[in-house]
């Protein structure tokens, strides 16, 4: 892949479109306490949809998004079964597991395996400062919070 900044600093919108699916399997690889930080901070409660709707934003199953030809069969495969988990554990009579006091539940800690197997198909072992380290890896142009 070439430079992902143009000359005009701004950075290729595929390259932004995998930073933010990357940012968003972090969030879900978070242990639990920082994942309810993470919601009360930005004012999202206890309703833990937040962290599955960034991944939402970035991979729907079955689309073929522009940016995907960045990603290996591999990758999407990965995270086609993380997306497979959370929308088990968003079946019916299962709403109770979307409130951030379920973030220790089996369903949950199987969410955060999946996840992290799914950062380690991009080159990344999980650890609790990876997404800081992402994000300060970055170009300059692409800012997100920390």
Sequence with gaps: MSNPES???QIDPDVGALYQLQDALCHLAEEADAQRNYLLRYGYGDCLDELALQLGAWYEPGEKWEFHKLLTIEQLGAV???DVQLAQISEAGLSHLWWSETLNEPA???VRLLDREALHTF???WHP???RELMERR???WCHDL
Excluded: K
């Design 7 to 9: 000359e005009s600093n």
């Design 108 to 110: 949950w800690m199987e």
């Design 80 to 82: 086609g079964t993380l």
């Design 123 to 125: 080159g990344f072992e």
């Design 139 to 141: 170009p300059s142009s």
């Design 129 to 131: 400062g990876l997404r």
